[in-house]
């Protein structure tokens, strides 16, 4: 018999947030919405930190933020620069603090008094700003103005370090809400995820509905209750019997679901941050943890959590590596054979395909486990992301991707990182602090022994002659 | 024809809030949650801040929250001194930053530096410890203790400093959302307000519901999304005929309502803050300005907002004048004459009553317009609370509030403010930077022109004999 | 981690039901509506079944209701008569319908033109009334007028026909939506509760909060989608380590709640129907069996489900027997020792109490297994209300009540009725077809053997000395 | 500032109804869900109807109904020809019934006993059937189902006039609930809207959109709290600035929107009935009626409600007439004009559009003002639903609908119908007591006055030359 009863609390506050919705937001608007020069915008900056902006500060929060976002891009940046500047800490201020410090000594109060002196005004500008309805979202746009003009305007630097503290404090992990999307969630918030999808492109609602609607399909995403019209996070989800080496099977649109009763694997096929004025502030380790807690729940038969991922810099990697004739991984025959991957549609040829997937993989291996940057951390963004967060590197996967955008970045290649609970924690530090990668046996064992040549040998351990050892560099 | 559609993306976001209710947090209990000693808290504490820290942190934010509730004083204690000493800001680091500063000159990016150096290490670990479920509840409970054990621990001050920091982003008005509370509201939300109602006690369930279930009343609260079954602050409002004088007849449980449509008057009557752990993170303000929008909504013929406020430092202001032999309020006749209300229940015999109301609203005028605190202020907090948010001291009404609590604090003395929207600002202004008060000239009319005395004179500027002229010290 | 994601379809449906609260309706309230006289309210119906009736059928049902609802009595019975009389079916087209089936012979066709000439004209008025907003609810209250007056007006058993043909339909079990009731419901919904519980009088709202707030207790009722701040029935239930034999224990207010994952037993311990105008379409037997499939689901290790029933029946009945001289159940000494239960405050003496228990249960299996009514039914209502359900009597219970009305009606005695899974249906069968009743055999070994007499014997079936065979009359 | 307040008593509802999704049911499929055969399924219907039906109702219910959806056709065919046989009245006790009736005299008494004897006993079976989840939707189906074989199995007539007295019960207006349809959404009931629209075709999810998103767009629906996620009947809307005569600019997705501030019209410009299983159970002018309320009060600038609605059977008309030469409409002129309608494209060529234009708008007001089936009503069956409804039809626009089945339907012509609030009731009354048209003069004055010809004339009433009085037959 169907669930009836619900949680009455949570339902009691239904209603409270309509005002933070682009419906609400819009009844807000009034005539007074007018565009701002530059200098209208400082000023009304400087009101809203007087006492004035106390008695009317939602009204003038507002005004400033409609009117900066209907400024001229000359304005808004004039404005951006007066916060660094004009809105900074009160340095004669700071300077009597750092003088008591210097003579006093470095007292718990003499450093709360600096705390507070060096705090830059537009801080509490910016709080101020967030009275506004929808100020949160108007800020979170502003941020990414800044962050777009970094470059150019490096006093913005200061700036963007102030907007990284308060949305740190505003966007805890405390204040984000786990929710399922499917298919009957409203509209609004599905043609988001369709925009914002980073990994594998949503063509359209077909497509959309493909992923949400069967009943082996999951989605999640976190919400902020400020921002409750836009997901800052989501992920895809498939429930499937085993781990799966490509992609395309995943997202066939006439493949035969199955019933999520049988499933034993639950794979993540795509993350995809959402708010370009969020970056920096990271969810995604809290999503996939508290999705594996969910789907644990929901279905006790599935035992393994494992990712589907792109591998973004490998192509990339390899091109340098073959390019570099000091590289030990490659000996000419290796760099000649590997003269295919730049023949279109290769990876429709089956005899191509085989003969390039026992050079390709030792050499993928060798990009996950041996090639570093200048932190010492593995080159590969994603990789770097799940092994940061427990995650193990189980295996790669030949001809993974075969879409445009898979040959291009990875020569087809994907990867699969596997969350095994148990060692989630261990694998987090020894990658923390010792940069330490956890990987699959299977994994390391595809390494390449020696440069790799075009000499016949196995892969998977299955039939590859002995490879040369080429530590790279 | 009633209403029946509603903004569905409110209702999107109905289910999001279970797992922050008390429920959701019961959920979350686990048989890890044990009372903890001061050392095991404080070494959660450092692991949660570590590395370690960041794999698990929403279990390790949730076993110190919770070891913390469960541990005995002195542990809990222990901790928050640890939080004052052991947790504060990096100092070799901050000196290090300080040399740079004095040495360097006061750039953008050495004041940048300086914040950064100064920021305690608690910051983070009380923004850690809001990941865990319940985590910001437990948090307010935190900074409540840390505030009663103030007096004795002054070193707290600078934890309290932080608390104070934290949650003025947190509890930023743009994350409250204004909620109306009436009959329809679930029951764990109303025995709240029984309980937190400070003005005018509710006395059970019965009195609770004359407040809220008419048609003529109203009642507003703001709530956190984090903490949902908890309103922050809540304002009670009758919507009347008139301006009332009395509180009894607004809550008598037998009176007859009459139709909103009627109404001309808003009355606040009672405004009661709830979360002792916020204490100095101000909502009244925005709360009694977007009641008053909201009101003017729904009911365009409502335009008069005023309240009906107690005047809680009145009679211990008396007892002082009236012991102090200097003052130059007070001749010996009217001393003298005060004598009544010492006497008990005073207040029902008429005759005592209208003698003493000539004496009494005169004072009742010196004590609002002329009694001053050190920072010349209105001895009387709602006073301040009223006139810093713009208000106006509209009409003092003698035997308003003829309750024991009503005659113990003020001799029944109750009191209008009047929010004339266009006044707002300029009232705000005028006191927030000249400590000026805004009053009706019908008060003004009542200060005493010279000592008061007992001879024969009318109040209320019908009758009354001339004054002298008694300039408060 | 706490659940977060909820069904989203059913959010989608929060707002839909505002129109049909008592918010929703008395924002239709408007000056038509005033009281009407019985020939107004009979012109209205005329015209609302008429064409013109089609075009305003929604604002003339509302006046037509709203009239009635102000009407003097004798106006509203007035109408009630015209109902049975005026709205009956057209005689003249049935007498056709009739003369053509008994000519033609008893076609299919001849029989459906038969049942429609034969539909009374108020079936028809009786749906178009339903259009007003909450003329649901104002039809279910006529209908409680209509019982109301059947014993002076005996014409309206035809119209209490037509009430129950339609509410059988609008209040089908497929209409009816499960619903927890717990401390976070409405409180508007709560006072209900209160108002409508009819086994054990909830005394005030604590006494409420006792009965729905602690982890080992349970509320849930059946709404209609028409009628939704009114319950139609709902069932207290306590989760329990074993069998109760006693009510007090369960109601104490200072009991210990127990963890709901303990518990071995499900106590429905008091059910209510709400809704005299509702009387005779049952939902007990529907809301029984679900709540059973709740709890099972929630709380798998819940594997006893039993009620502790009141027994309203046994004084009366037994008062009878000990009136009848002839009855074969009690000789003279049983008759002489059983006056004590004519003292007042027997039960609370010890020694009186064992004296008489071995002779009160007996008598109530008796009362139970062998007294019938005229159907052949056991006399008790209760009993005929689980039995019929396909519950079995599982023990009776001495002083399991001693609340005044415990004592009145039942000398204190509680059952418990045991609902077994597997035996439900065989129960019911053998129950509704051969008014067999279920009983554990340790009852049927309770029953007397011979006319009861004082003589020294124990209960419980464990040493009694044999009884006589005393068959009822 | 925006609304932030709601109605909690329809949020304390908002989870009622999961158990009514498509979600909630698919919890409910079990493994005893098997097709059945035609003489499983009778068997189960008189189980359903017997005493073990009663303990066990919803189980059966389920089972018969998922046996059913499941079964084979002939299987299905077979137990509805046992609906309209086996579980017809009882006739030996309607014969007695009968007797008596026709003995005793048609008192009330005996029509009440013929009424009980009359009904067949498959209404209680379709009762009982909806007990199970979703039951109410497969009902829905299976009436489908025998309005499909109706030609073929006329004895299904009787079956479907149960389903018509039960569904008009069942969905009383009174049960229905009007809901805003838009952007917000959820998706699965929005696909429905595309599926369902049956006037103007959605084209896909961007057309969708720009139906529901913009400001100046509505479309509203009613909901059956037993089948949540259907609407039963939509009706979608534009805000314009004036009346419209033509579809295209109102669909088109490149237009701009207008303020809805500074609409003066609202256009019921489709309006879609969606469940073939509910055809004579009829909810549009209801539908109607509360949209005009409901625009009303969000809108009150808004003053003119009209549609913009097809002709479907003018051009069918236009042929027959055409083609019957004893037509006092055509002269042979015109008949040979006309032939520039069987040319394809021809509303793309300016000429000749504007050569037909006086020739077609006379022949469309004959054809609404004086062309009538055999109930003496308008051929057009839009025009019977609208004027039925009370509006008036307004104006007559050519080439309204460009679109290849507006061509083929009504050679491009549509019309506008006005609800004037305060006309309503009469034209109603008008035409259902005596077929009496209502329409605008202009519309009057474009019926040919004699039989149509090509000479020069011209349109509108403004200068054509004077028409021959042509009367239809």
């Given at each position: ?450 440069p790799l040549s075009s000499e016949p040998r196995k892969t998977n351990g299955k039939t ?10």
């Amino acid at each position: 018999m169907p669930q009836a009863t619900v949680d009455r609390a949570s339902e009691f506050l239904g209603g409270l947030f309509t005002s933070l919705t682009e419906r609400g937001r819009s009844l807000f608007k009034s005539s007074s919405d007018q565009p701002k020069s530059k200098d209208e915008l400082i000023a009304l900056g400087e009101a809203l930190l007087s006492r004035r902006g106390e008695a009317t500060g939602v009204a003038m929060a507002h005004q400033l933020l409609s009117g900066y976002d209907g400024a001229a891009e000359d304005d808004q940046l004039g404005f951006l620069d007066a916060l660094a500047e004009q809105f900074g800490p009160d340095l004669a201020e700071l300077t009597a603090a750092v003088e008591n410090f210097h003579v006093s000594g470095a007292s718990p109060d003499a450093a709360s008094q600096l705390l507070k002196a060096a705090e830059p005004r537009r801080q509490e500008l910016i709080r101020r700003l967030n009275l506004a309805p929808g100020g949160t979202a108007s800020l979170v746009r502003m941020r990414e103005a800044v962050l777009t003009h970094l470059r150019d305007h490096p006093q913005l630097r200061n700036v963007d370090d102030d907007f990284v503290h308060l949305f740190t404090s505003w966007f805890n992990r405390g204040f984000l809400v786990l929710q399922r999307i499917d298919w009957t969630t409203p509209a609004n918030i599905l043609e988001k995820i369709i925009r914002y999808e980073q990994v594998h492109a949503i063509r359209n609602w077909d497509d959309l509905r493909a992923r949400l609607a069967p009943a082996d399909r999951r989605c999640y995403g976190f919400f902020h209750p400020q921002l409750v019209d836009e997901p800052l996070i989501f992920v895809e989800v498939a429930l499937t019997l085993d781990r799966p080496g490509a992609i395309a099977p995943l997202l066939d649109l006439e493949r035969a679901p199955i019933s999520p009763k049988d499933a034993t694997t639950a794979v993540f096929y795509s993350i995809s941050n959402t708010q370009k004025g969020l970056a920096g502030i990271s969810f995604g380790n809290f999503l996939i943890k508290q999705v594996v807690e969910e789907i644990k729940r929901e279905l006790p038969n599935v035992q393994s959590f494992v990712t589907l991922s792109p591998v973004p810099g490998f192509a990339k990697w390899l091109k340098q590596e073959r390019a570099d004739e000091a590289s030990a991984l490659l000996d000419d025959s290796a760099r000649a054979e590997l003269a295919v991957l730049d023949a279109p549609d290769w990876q429709d040829d089956p005899e191509r395909a085989d003969h390039i997937k026992p050079l390709l993989l030792p050499l993928a291996a060798a990009y996950f486990l041996q090639a570093k940057n200048a932190r010492g951390l593995p080159l590969d963004p994603v990789a770097r992301f799940h092994l940061g967060n427990g995650a193990r590197l189980e295996s790669l996967n030949f001809l993974g991707d075969r879409s445009p955008n898979g040959m291009r970045q990875s020569h087809g290649l994907m990867v699969n990182y596997l969350y095994a609970l148990g060692e989630i924690e261990a694998n987090h530090e020894a990658f923390a602090e010792r940069a330490q990668i956890a990987a699959a046996s299977a994994v390391r064992k595809q390494l390449p022994s020696k440069p790799l040549s075009s000499e016949p040998r196995k892969t998977n351990g299955k039939t590859s002659a002995p490879l040369a050892i080429a530590p790279p560099a």
